[in-house]
């Protein structure tokens, strides 16, 4: 498991090259859309937690009533079981499923196997529980082998054998897709527009799905955490991560002049690049996981070990704030106007009371020491997160940038004509 966690944060020394090119004609065609697409009113992103019951947390139906009352509309279940998904029935608040990866396999050679599962735990609370969604797996493809099967390879047909058994049953207003991590499939986070997905999974394994999400009306489901990237990355100023403005607080991408003002909406645009790049640049995004810890010990590398958790705790509260207002401004990203349409805070409550809980399929479960809940097991808020918060004022430069070649034509014409 540690060794899977270095792995992935291994610097990678192409993730901030600063050699921008388009790679494809359909990339360019992409963003030429873009820029001269009128700019509407866009929906806001659903914003939910993932919820892993903890040995020492409430029971489900309490957990159900606190993110009730605080208006949380979409929960996001790393585990779920029949009596989790149950405790969810007449609560209105909408249900993303992930099965865990060690069933990928069965499910793909063996339908039986996936119907068997929607038996027991989405047919009997289908749709009393509001189950938007089945993520196959999480992260699949650093998922190690395991009795023969690799779950990377069966994650499509698994897919497929999900989709029919749901199809079977009649219902027919659960899609299914798979998780993936950004920085296990996403080759470069600057500038964003020249991301692609990293071969050989983009062929083997990305494109297939994200074809499967096409056909069936689905999402593209990915991790996305720039307080990894941050860490890798001292050149980064960690307002930019923190959604703060501030002098150096950006980062232009030269190919679509493009000014980003936060890190998580250039991460977002990476991913629609590389999807544009692979032909699907209409396939809705979800972010089933990002999250800020609010332990310290982790910082270490970053700023000679000069962080406390009380620093910790300020820094994930900024973060946490500051992606609630983005998302609920309705802005999008540059190069994605209606933006995310959910988004998942990773999570309720903190790692080390539900590590215990083995096969968490999460990137970030793995990391010991940290401390990414949201909530204490007394259900009383960590931070001091206003959920209802809009940001529409902040950083309407995210909107204006992205067509600046019309802004320059525009003011030549203007300038012209008051010369005339
Ligand atoms: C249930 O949730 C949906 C979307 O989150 C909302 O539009 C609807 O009004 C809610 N219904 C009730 C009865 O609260
Ligand atoms: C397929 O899955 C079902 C349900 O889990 C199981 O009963 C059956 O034995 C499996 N068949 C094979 C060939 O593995
Ligand atoms: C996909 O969704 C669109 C709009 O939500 C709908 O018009 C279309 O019929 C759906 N297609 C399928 C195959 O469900
Ligand atoms: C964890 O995964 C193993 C297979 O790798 C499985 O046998 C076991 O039942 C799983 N445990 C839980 C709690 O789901
Ligand atoms: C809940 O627990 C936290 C941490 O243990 C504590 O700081 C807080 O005061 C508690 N809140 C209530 C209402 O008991």
Redesign the pocket.
């Known amino acids: 498991m540690n060794n899977k966690v270095s792995k992935n944060f291994t610097p990678r020394p192409h993730v901030f090259k600063m050699l921008p090119s388009f790679k494809t004609p359909l990339l360019s065609l992409f963003i030429l859309s873009l820029l001269l697409s009128p700019s509407a009113a866009v929906p806001t992103t659903t914003v939910g937690f993932t919820y892993s019951p903890a040995p020492n947390s409430p029971p489900p139906e309490h957990v159900v009533t606190a993110l009730q009352s605080l208006k949380i509309p979409a929960v996001r279940l790393l585990n779920p079981s029949p009596t989790l998904v149950r405790a969810f029935s007449y609560s209105n608040i909408s249900l993303l499923l992930t099965v865990?990866n060690?069933l990928v396999g069965s499910f793909a050679s063996n339908r039986s196997a996936a119907t068997l599962w929607v038996y027991n735990n989405v047919l009997p609370f289908h749709p009393r529980a509001r189950i938007s969604l089945i993520s196959v797996g999480s992260d699949v493809i650093t998922s190690p082998t395991?009795g023969g099967s690799d779950p990377s390879a069966a994650v499509v047909p698994a897919m497929q054998n999900l989709h029919r058994a749901l199809n079977d049953l009649g219902i027919r207003t659960v899609s299914v897709s798979t998780t993936f991590s950004f920085i296990n499939v996403i080759t470069t986070a600057f500038p964003p527009s020249s991301a692609e997905f990293q071969e050989p999974v983009s062929s083997l394994i990305i494109r297939p799905v994200l074809q499967f999400l096409e056909e069936t009306n689905s999402s593209l489901l990915v991790n996305v955490y720039p307080y990894n990237v941050y860490r890798l990355h001292g050149e980064i100023p960690v307002g930019f991560a923190l959604f703060q403005e501030g002098p150096f607080n950006f980062r232009d991408d030269v190919v679509t002049a493009v000014r980003y003002h936060n890190l998580f909406d250039m991460m977002i645009d990476a991913v629609i690049a590389a999807m544009a790049v692979s032909g699907y640049e209409n396939v809705p995004l979800i972010v089933t996981e990002t999250g800020w810890p609010s332990d310290g010990s982790n910082y270490e590398h970053v700023n000679n070990g000069v962080r406390d958790a009380e620093e910790s705790q300020l820094y994930a509260e900024m973060y946490l704030q500051g992606l609630v207002s983005h998302l609920k401004s309705g802005l999008g990203t540059p190069l994605r106007k209606e933006g995310v349409s959910e988004a998942y805070i990773y999570q309720l409550f903190d790692e080390s009371e539900t590590k215990q809980q083995?096969?968490l399929s999460s990137a970030q479960g793995e990391i010991t020491g940290q401390y990414w809940g949201v909530m204490y097991t007394n259900m009383s808020m960590k931070y001091n997160i206003n959920f209802d918060s809009a940001d529409r004022n902040s950083r309407k430069l995210g909107v204006l940038v992205p067509s600046i070649h019309l802004l320059w034509l525009l003011s030549m014409l203007v300038l012209a004509s008051s010369l005339s």
């Open positions: 865990p060690y395991s083995s096969n």
